[in-house]
């Protein structure tokens, strides 16, 4: 049996080393009820409140009980909707109402589908012969633009960050303690007993907001949807990790952790074992600012452990370099000269980014299962986790997202653990679809790929 830890100021033990280090940090830092001077404890004035209002028009605060989230005015509609799936006792096709695109906008995306090449129907061995190169996609030309993704790069002059880009915690010194304590508890895994498909009890060890096997299901959803023509996935051992229930918005750090849920299953070098809690990706982060990574992150936010400060394309980036995962982060704009949306030239790339994989994919019927790692998925004010896409016979296109803001719905539970469920396959896809039209809505985006294959 492990030896308990006793904190050095007070006397408090524990086996735990986390909960003596939280001890120590609530307990004993300066920002805690009571802090060590000159030996002794002193009582220590509670930490002011740090949040205030977004000042910026573009944001709102979704009021739905157990949200909380700052939200974009330009995802609004599209965020209340999977509220409305995810609320409903029986699973409907909830419909709210949308924007309508710019007439520019939507020429633009309705001249690209259009346009498209007949690759609907991919041979079983391999992606077909066509006019264009799979090089040329790997390589960033987009077939109908021929405009080049940019690679990720720092800040010429990096300058400290404001509200619009950090949300509304960006210049908070602590988060509140119950925030992370839900931070650590939430993530924790334990066992419970459940029933399997065999009907016998076991014991099973889970963490309350991953999800595992729900990949292979998607794929069997998108074969039995009449109008897809063709659809590619991730690897199957992907987890949905959805947001835990505190004060803050932190759908980068959920996303770090789906993508490493793909290393997790892998056993790469960098992870093996559970998936570390946002207390510790901050850690890392911090230390790959320490060792030269992406360093001018901490210039832009001042620093983020402790913290409910937004993180994006850049942490996510120095975190995967810091534990050894080779990554690769590129940008997609809007070319004002031509007229290409970046919405199109994103799907290009991630279409056939998945292509690429289907030598050794599994064949679900019109689905794809391969064996490629998920895509780090940015775009303005939220990220999410890209484990596949799909293409209907008409010729448009959808991502299939992991979104962490909402969490696993119980029917596609039931199904990844092997049971029955009623409702309608277009239902249970709807929460993990993002249509080109819906995508249209924004003028840049940003990937980020582990360990890229490309072909010889």
């Not at 041979?123 to 799979?134: D, I, T």
Request: aromatic share 6%.
């Amino acid at each position: 049996m492990d030896e308990d830890i006793t904190c050095p100021f007070c006397g408090v033990s524990s086996a735990e080393p986390i909960a003596i280090q939280l001890h120590i940090e609530e307990q004993h830092t300066e920002d805690s009820p009571s802090v060590v001077a000159n030996g002794s404890l002193k009582p220590h004035k509670e930490p002011v409140n740090s949040e205030q209002p977004m000042t910026s028009s573009e944001w709102t605060r979704c009021t739905r009980p157990g949200c909380g989230e700052y939200v974009h005015l330009a995802d609004i509609d599209e965020h209340l909707e999977m509220h409305l799936i995810g609320s409903s006792s029986e699973i409907t096709l909830a419909r709210a109402a949308r924007r309508p695109l710019s007439p520019a906008r939507q020429a633009a995306l309705t001249k690209s589908v259009l346009r498209k090449p007949q690759m609907s129907a991919p041979n079983p061995v391999g992606p077909k012969r066509s006019s264009y190169s799979l090089l040329d996609y790997f390589g960033g030309t987009s077939y109908h633009s021929q405009s080049r993704p940019t690679r990720h790069q720092g800040p010429r002059r990096p300058g400290r960050l404001g509200k619009r880009e950090l949300g509304p915690y960006a210049f908070e010194e602590a988060m509140p303690r119950d925030v992370r304590l839900r931070l650590v508890e939430g993530a924790a895994p334990h066992r419970v007993n459940r029933i399997g498909s065999d009907g016998k009890l076991a014991q099973a060890l889970v963490v309350p907001n991953e999800t595992s096997g729900l990949v292979p299901v998607i794929a069997d959803l998108c074969a039995l949807d009449t109008t897809i023509a063709v659809a590619y996935l991730c690897h199957s051992s992907v987890k949905h990790v959805h947001k835990i229930q505190c004060d803050g918005n932190f759908c980068g750090y959920w996303n770090i952790q789906m993508m490493l849920s793909f290393l997790q299953a892998s056993q790469h070098p960098g992870h093996v074992g559970p998936l570390p809690n946002v207390l510790q990706l901050q850690e890392t982060i911090e230390q790959a600012w320490s060792n030269g990574i992406c360093s001018y992150g901490r210039v832009e936010t001042g620093g983020i452990n402790g913290t409910r400060k937004w993180i994006g394309t850049s942490e996510a980036l120095a975190y995967f370099s810091q534990i050894g995962v080779r990554v690769e982060a590129l940008s997609f704009k809007d070319d004002d000269s031509s007229h290409d949306l970046a919405v199109v030239s994103m799907l290009d790339y991630v279409e056939a980014y998945f292509m690429g994989g289907l030598d050794v994919a599994k064949h679900q019927g019109t689905s794809h299962v391969t064996q490629l790692a998920p895509l780090y998925f940015q775009r303005l004010g939220h990220s999410m986790t890209v484990v596949g896409l799909e293409r209907k016979k008409e010729g448009s296109r959808s991502l299939l997202l992991y979104d962490p803001s909402f969490a696993t719905l119980d029917a596609m539970k039931r199904l990844a653990a092997g049971l029955r469920s009623t409702a309608a396959p277009e239902a249970l896809l709807k929460p993990y679809r993002r249509s080109d039209r819906s995508l249209a809505r924004f003028d840049e985006f940003e990937l980020i790929l582990s360990s890229p294959t490309r072909p010889d």
